[in-house]
């Protein structure tokens, strides 16, 4: 505990541009804002460390929902090698297009499908939202777009449930569940309720960040759903840091990605 002086001379007003920047700083050494790119996020680190744990698994199943132009995976074809099977999905008519470009070979080889739609927790259409023509970046919780007041694209999808899915094709285990869809990632894992629940997702990667405002989703809702099953990490650069217990200090609505590792 600081003493009463230390903490009344701290809160002082002359001081909070200091704590401001220092927080900025603070957040910005924990990855937060660091969520974006593959190349820089942490999440090769976060493959690396999966094949690693994976490495018995003959053919590992990955799961690319919210697969946007193809960035990660190009990242899970190097990190898993030739064995692995991924399954692709991203409703973006745009960044589908461009996650064929990117992805080519593998997709005429069959080792990676791409599928046009994206999951949530009940099945049914719904309107994706882009900030720009042309942007491969879209959400189903377009608030963020409205305030910065951007002229909306607006189209509209199919969304089915990952459970259904995974029955529908016969898969049992996906080794390797990455979910990144701006901000409806929580509705996306509760569709897949029974395979999470039955212990048949080994790893989950999943963002969290300012999307989560417009969808009204805490940290606390992913890690009270997760927590039973997995060891929770926050993704750096260089490795993982684990969150052991839930904390409110956790609810920072900048980007950045967990892993959730099967206990």
């Known amino acids: 505990m600081l003493p009463s002086w230390l903490v009344r001379y701290a809160r002082a007003r002359t001081w909070q541009p200091f704590h401001i920047k220092m927080h900025h700083l603070a957040q910005i050494g924990m990855n937060y804002w660091g969520g974006a790119e593959v190349g820089a996020s942490g999440e090769l680190h976060a493959l690396k460390h999966a094949s690693e744990l994976l490495k018995q698994e003959p053919s590992p199943v990955v799961f690319d ?3 946007n132009s193809g960035d990660f ?3 899970a074809l190097d990190a898993f090698g030739p064995n692995v099977r991924i399954h692709a999905f991203e409703p973006s008519s745009v960044a589908a297009q461009l996650f064929e ?3 080519d070979v593998p997709l005429q080889s069959g080792q990676v499908g791409l599928r ?3 999951f ?3 099945a049914g259409s719904a309107t994706l939202h882009s900030p ?3 942007s ?3 959400s189903l919780h377009p608030t963020t777009f409205e305030i910065d007041g951007r002229e909306l694209v607006h189209e509209s999808i199919e969304l089915r449930t990952l459970d259904a899915f995974c029955s529908e094709h016969s898969i049992e285990r996906i080794h390797y569940l990455k979910v990144d869809t701006e901000g409806h990632e929580f509705a996306v894992l509760l569709g897949a309720k029974r395979m999470i629940g039955e212990g048949r997702v080994n790893i989950i990667q999943f963002e969290f960040g300012e999307y989560h405002i417009d ?3 805490f940290f606390r809702d992913l890690f009270l759903f997760l927590s039973p099953q997995y060891h929770i990490h926050r993704i750096l650069p260089g490795g993982l840091w684990p969150l052991k217990e839930y904390q409110p200090e956790l609810e920072v609505f900048r980007t950045a990605n967990y892993l959730a590792i099967a206990k």
């Open 65 to 67: 929902v919210g697969a």
């Open 73 to 75: 995976t190009l990242a």
């Open 101 to 103: 470009q990117k992805v």
């Open 116 to 118: 046009r739609f994206g």
């Open 120 to 122: 949530s927790d009940t």
């Open 132 to 134: 720009t023509s042309g």
């Open 136 to 138: 491969p970046i879209a």
């Open 215 to 217: 969808s009204r989703v």
